[in-house]
């Protein structure tokens, strides 16, 4: 899947003018933004895109997203050269599904190295009788630890998931988990950044009021 070329360089009208304010995407071709830009649109929440080091500064927030392979998502982003910048980053930042797989260390996912903002790893579902991979539909979500992300988020929320990989679990940095075959990383959190496993942007209402969380971080 790729970009919608009507968002692919421009700032979408929701954008405020003056100041840094709204929500960069981190724009590296790595899957279609749509779902995601539709939601924040309905939502009311400014947004625009991040193609260079200097578009950075034009906001208070960014998302990374992403789907398919992690691998190549990495190759992408590298070639951005945005990857400095990025780590560099002191403003809240979210990852959402292969997004946040990149925020870890490696992925098995054509055995990479990642950006390493997380000592994590992220591994590949075993195959297992009675579990299809790639996990996909509606899990459980379970909060460990108080955070506003999940602000007005029931424990146990159902969120959507489309995923063959996942970042193994650790306490530290876990922020909620899911189970499926076993339990696993739903999101996570290290100072500003912060990723999810699921798609807030195909959530219903709780995805929602977690995309409205994070624009209020």
């Known amino acids: 899947m790729t970009e919608s070329n009507n968002n692919a360089n421009q700032k979408l009208p929701l954008q405020g003018a003056g100041g840094a304010s709204g929500i960069g995407i981190i724009r590296y071709g790595a899957g279609n933004i749509f779902s995601l830009t539709a939601t924040l ?25 992403g789907v398919g392979h992690a691998g190549a998502a990495m190759h992408k982003l590298e070639s951005t050269g945005l990857v400095p910048a990025i780590k560099a980053l002191e403003k809240p930042t979210l990852g959402i599904c292969v997004g946040m ?22 591994l590949k579902f075993p ?7 790639p996990h996909t539909g509606w899990n459980q979500v ?10 007005n988020i029931p424990t146990g929320s159902h969120f959507y998931f489309v995923h063959s990989y996942f970042i193994e679990y650790e306490p530290l940095f876990t922020l909620s988990s899911t189970n499926y075959i076993h339990p696993f990383s739903a999101s996570i959190w290290r100072d500003n950044f912060y990723g999810v496993q699921f798609h807030p942007e195909k959530s219903g209402a709780y995805g929602e009021q977690l995309l409205t969380n994070f624009s209020q971080i």
């Not at 195959?127 to 991979?133: I, M, P």
């Open 127 to 133: 195959q297992t009788d009675g579990f299809k991979v």
């Open 142 to 151: 379970f909060p460990e630890k108080e955070n506003p992300l999940f602000a």
């Open 41 to 65: 649109e309905r939502l009311g929440i400014a947004y625009g895109m991040v193609n260079t080091e200097a578009d950075l500064d034009q906001y208070d927030r960014y998302i990374i997203p």
């Open 101 to 122: 797989q990149l925020l870890t260390s490696y992925s098995q996912e054509g055995d990479c190295n990642l950006l390493d903002l997380f000592p994590m790893k992220t």
